[in-house]
């Protein structure tokens, strides 16, 4: 199945996400039909609840919709087994949480490799001087050459956020999905790392989504979206 627009790269079609809390059950998503084009970047826009994080999770298939599609590239990659969604993660998409989910025992350029790592043992050892050096090449752009061997409790939470961005480039997403990517830095801090994932965009032809409270983030995207109960309430150029 093709995409009819050769520009949209993830679309979601009636996505419905839903939770059970006992008998009770709790509608997050309730029919959000929402296109990304091919590298744009897209903030995501909401109060606390509204379910923004949520539908992340459902584009870049974290969670599984409890209802409609999930297309990448005019594929249904919901409708996926374990598998095919896992590989797809691990290659077409990138993340980066508010929480950088470093591993403490680990130097910066070895966390940047895990995600090359994770392709599969005999992907890894064809392929593992050309990862080595990407991740090096990585390190020059987000700023970090010379803190290649540093582990994360020496790094400031703006470079360890910035190891964090480029783990999640290593395998050379098509999509990078970034949730609340400044929530746990200071204004200035904040501003920098707005201004590298947006430089990265540009460099890279990435397409980016990205759920944030920073209005100084949402306003250097491309298109903001809103989500209000559930649902696609607003949409206005950045």
């Not at 974290?62 to 797809?88: C, K, S, Y």
């Not at 703006?158 to 830095?185: K, M, S, Y």
């Not at 920098?192 to 995207?221: C, Y």
Request: hydrophobic share 40%.
């Amino acid at each position: 199945m093709s995409s009819p627009d050769n520009d949209v790269i993830l679309e979601a079609r009636g996505v419905e996400k839903q939770y059970r809390d006992g008998p009770r059950r709790i509608d997050v998503l309730t029919g959000v039909d929402l296109a990304v084009r091919r590298g744009e970047a897209l903030a995501v826009l909401g109060k606390s609840g509204a379910g923004k994080s949520t539908l992340l999770h459902v584009l870049g298939l974290i969670d599984t919709p409890t209802g409609g599609n999930v297309l990448f590239e005019g594929r249904d990659v919901a409708a996926a087994d374990a598998a095919g969604q896992a590989a797809l993660r691990n290659k077409s998409f990138g993340f980066v949480f508010q929480a950088y989910h470093l591993i403490p025992e680990l130097t910066a350029l070895e966390n940047i490799l895990l995600p090359a790592m994770m392709s599969g043992i005999r992907a890894w050892f064809e392929q593992r001087g050309a990862a080595a050096e990407r991740a090096r090449v990585l390190m020059k752009e987000v700023g970090l050459e010379e803190r290649i061997d540093h582990r994360p409790k020496a790094l400031s939470g703006g470079e360890q956020q910035r190891v964090a961005i480029a783990r999640a480039l290593i395998n050379e997403p098509a999509v990078l999905f970034c949730d609340e990517p400044t929530g746990n830095l200071d204004e200035a801090t904040s501003r920098s790392v707005n201004d590298l994932l947006l430089q990265l965009r540009r460099e890279r032809g990435l397409t980016q989504v990205i759920v944030t409270h920073d209005r100084d983030l949402a306003s250097q995207a491309d298109r903001a979206v809103r989500i209000e109960r559930g649902r696609i309430a607003h949409a206005a150029d950045g």
